[in-house]
């Protein structure tokens, strides 16, 4: 009997592992709300893939992020960057705004955050939320950064000894009414510039450039946009250095045709995150 | 008896006010905690503010219910939404010049009240008394409240920067005592992984340290931080709060209310009225970019800041906001029309003379003559009298050495037009016109050695045939099936 009665209490709550569920399930929900219940547990959730690119990456068909970049595959899954480069991204939030937007029932007053990631070692993504609370719109803009995320192509100024310093040639970028040009450094020239092209360019890991720009550069959104096109654009030029003819290779989708077909199956609509 | 307006208290009525909320009355209207706890604003001390018909002072926003009492029952005036207005005092001192006796009438609305006898609720028959309520339906008064309610929104928004970038944070943990330091977001992430206290999202938080300090007064106190019981002592206090898991805030206690960004959002709002807004179409018909429910557009215009960067004259100290008035600035004031003197330079000629002319203006010398002076207004003299504000001698400037700045973040180099804004197809974009780079030879008409050179690097077989104007058009328009290969992996086959 005395053994009934802790054991049916015991019951009743569920014991330790589920009232810990209880807990992660955020019961009557508190203060900052997304305060992620459970919070240690939230990091080992399960990745299911709902895009073939997603699968392919999941199973370990695709090895590493520059053969998504080769075939210019869109990724649309941020968990796939998140493979790939998880530890090495370092995501800084640049600024949070209010906007506001007119709706029937008056003035609406939202966060916006600005966020950029990087790894400093040749990748870089730009990423823009609004939303009700601070914590989601970073949260938000810092998917919608790593979705972004594209290789940056370093050079040699002069000689080419150590590794590759800055950009390998002219590169401009274009966003609203901004202009900004990168303009190859020797090395130990730092970056020149103003301050938001100078974070993100540290972001990518170019070490030195001239920047040189036009346009309202008070526009900091278009600025910051305008950098990241001109640092996207130093893939995009053929230098001679390229011209060789390489053989050509299957893409991923054709490759792995059979593997795709058997494993995934296509969802119709994805929860958004 | 004689209705004297000193010996009775006189209330409006409840027909009288407006709106559903009371300013005079207290403890029933939980709305008040909010304006108490939200009424910071740069966190200035409160201030003697003289009354604003009156001579008598209060201290502001400390005293704000006195002075709303005075205000009422001595010039029968009412401001509406006093929880609505960010910055009290501002508010107060702005009206002060604008409202007299006189014009009452015409800056506020007049209401009718019937009035009440000290300490009953009875109404004195008959009677009416007119009282002034200012509030927002003068537009004056909401562009007011709208611009307040703006800036302490924003001075929220760089606190929370400053805290979430600031990583000299030191603080001991509250529970295991353990030294932390680094960021507060590490701090509040120990507290929710090691002890499970959750305070929320380090993102939506500000003024932590208070909030901290806050928490740490219940548990000294062996109070309950959910429910707010008091306890024998420390351990039975975290057994409780253990168990009916309360180890976090109470979202109904409004003490709390302006540790959350999120209250600060809407003028008067609190985070629940902020949850239960409905996203309505926005009017105005067709934005730019789509809008999806939270109005995730992707419209990267509205950040706007005032300056990025300021130029400071290559001479003097002077500062200028943009580029172009530092030219002008030039032209006028030191006699040097950068553009003529740069003329046909190409930009990496352009910032060797820049950083060579910072570097002489530094050393108090002059860039044509090379002759030392005892400060800057003796330079400036020399060069003004013999004319030496003009182009200098090539092999002063034109060194390796100037390719780097001279002065740290110098705004003049930003801007340094390069003339050629399309030129990304010519070849000698690819480098400058420095003899020590490789690619110099490999410039139009000597393109076949470097081929050679690439060849015998890359160590396989060339069947690109060299240099025609045939094959770089083939080489273009089979750009598209060729195959990039990346850095890393030419890396690895050097």
């Not at chain 1, 080992?44 to 080769?70: A, F, M």
Request: glycine share 8%; proline share 5%; with cysteine.
């Amino acid at each position: 009997m005395a053994d009934a009665a802790p054991a049916a209490r015991g019951g009743f709550r569920g014991g330790f592992g589920s009232r810990g569920g209880d807990r992660g399930r955020g019961g009557p929900r508190g203060r900052g709300r997304g305060r992620g219940r459970g919070r240690g547990k939230e990091a080992e959730k399960e990745w299911v893939p709902v895009t073939k690119l997603g699968r392919l990456v999941r199973d370990g068909k695709i090895r590493t992020l520059e053969e998504i970049y080769l075939f210019s595959l869109p990724i649309k899954e941020s968990e796939i960057i998140d493979f790939f480069m998880g530890v090495t991204l370092k995501d800084e939030v640049l600024k949070i705004m209010p906007v506001q937007k007119q709706t029937r029932a008056g003035q609406r007053t939202r966060f916006k955050a600005f966020v950029a990631i990087g790894d400093s070692n040749g990748h870089i993504g730009l990423g823009v939320k609004c939303s009700k609370e601070v914590a989601t719109a970073i949260r938000g803009a810092i998917i919608l950064a790593k979705l972004s995320v594209v290789p940056v192509r370093r050079g040699y100024w002069g000689n080419k000894i150590g590794k590759p310093h800055t950009v390998p040639c002219k590169v401009t970028g274009k966003c609203g009414s901004v202009q900004v040009r990168l303009i190859p450094a020797p090395r130990g020239t730092g970056i020149v510039g103003a301050p938001v092209p100078k974070k993100l360019l540290q972001m990518a890991g170019i070490e030195d450039c001239y920047t040189s720009a036009r346009g309202s550069t008070g526009t900091l959104g278009n600025f910051a946009k305008a950098t990241y096109a001109a640092i996207a654009k130093t893939y995009a030029y053929l230098t001679p250095d390229l011209w060789k003819e390489m053989p050509l290779t299957k893409a991923p989708y054709a490759q792995y045709a059979e593997f795709l077909s058997k494993n995934h199956r296509p969802v119709t609509q994805r929860p958004d995150a | 008896m004689e209705p004297s307006q000193s010996s009775k208290k006189l209330r409006p009525g409840p027909r009288a006010t407006p709106r559903p909320r009371k300013e005079s009355s207290s403890a029933a209207s939980n709305k008040l905690p909010v304006l108490k706890q939200l009424n910071r604003y740069n966190d200035t001390e409160s201030q003697e503010t003289e009354c604003l018909l009156c001579s008598e002072c209060f201290s502001l926003p400390k005293n704000i219910d006195t002075f709303l009492t005075h205000l009422l029952s001595s010039h029968h005036l009412v401001i509406a939404d006093t929880h609505c207005i960010a910055d009290f005092k501002s508010y107060i001192d702005y009206w002060r010049p604008k409202i007299s006796l006189a014009n009452l009438n015409e800056v506020c609305t007049v209401m009718h009240a019937p009035v009440k006898e000290l300490g009953t609720n009875h109404h004195v028959e008959g009677e009416q008394q007119e009282f002034f309520l200012l509030s927002d339906i003068l537009p004056e008064d909401c562009a007011l409240r709208r611009s307040y309610q703006q800036q302490r929104l924003e001075w929220i928004l760089q606190r929370q920067q400053f805290e979430r970038e600031d990583t000299n944070f030191k603080r001991g943990c509250l529970i295991c005592r353990t030294q932390m330091s680094g960021t507060r977001a590490t701090y509040l992430q120990h507290l929710g992984d090691a002890h499970n206290i959750q305070l929320g999202r380090a993102d939506n938080l500000v003024f932590v340290d208070e909030l901290i300090d806050q928490i740490e007064q219940y548990l000294e106190k062996f109070q309950c931080i959910y429910c707010e019981k008091f306890f024998t002592d420390r351990l039975v206090l975290r057994e409780h709060m253990r168990k009916k898991m309360h180890k976090r805030i109470n979202p109904g206690n409004h003490l709390f209310d302006q540790y959350y960004a999120v209250n600060y959002l809407e003028m008067g709002k609190n985070w629940q009225q902020v949850a239960d807004e409905k996203e309505g179409p926005e009017l105005g018909g067709y934005t730019s970019g789509s809008e999806a429910a939270d109005g995730d557009v992707a419209d990267w215009g509205d950040w706007n800041e005032a300056t990025t960067m300021t130029v400071t004259c290559l001479f003097c100290e002077t500062q200028c906001d943009q580029w172009e008035i530092a030219i002008q600035h030039l032209k006028q004031e030191h006699k040097f029309d950068f553009h003529s003197v740069v003329g046909q330079l190409d930009f990496y000629q352009k910032v060797k003379l820049v950083n060579y002319i910072r570097n002489q203006v530094e050393n108090k010398t002059c860039i044509v003559c090379e002759e030392k002076f005892a400060n800057g207004v003796d330079l400036l003299i020399h060069m003004d009298n013999s004319n030496h504000n003009k182009l200098p001698d090539k092999d002063l400037w034109d060194r390796a050495e100037y390719y780097f700045p001279t002065k740290e973040d110098d705004g003049f180099l930003c801007q340094l037009d390069d003339g050629r804004a399309d030129d990304e197809g010519t070849p000698d974009c690819v480098t400058g016109e420095d003899p020590d780079t490789q690619l110099q030879e490999a410039l139009v008409g000597g393109r076949l050695s470097e081929v050679i050179e690439l060849k015998a690097e890359l160590s396989q077989p060339l069947q690109l045939p060299v240099n025609t104007n045939a094959d770089m058009q083939k080489s273009e328009s089979t750009r598209v099936t060729h195959h990039v290969k990346f850095q890393d992996a030419e890396e690895k086959e050097k």
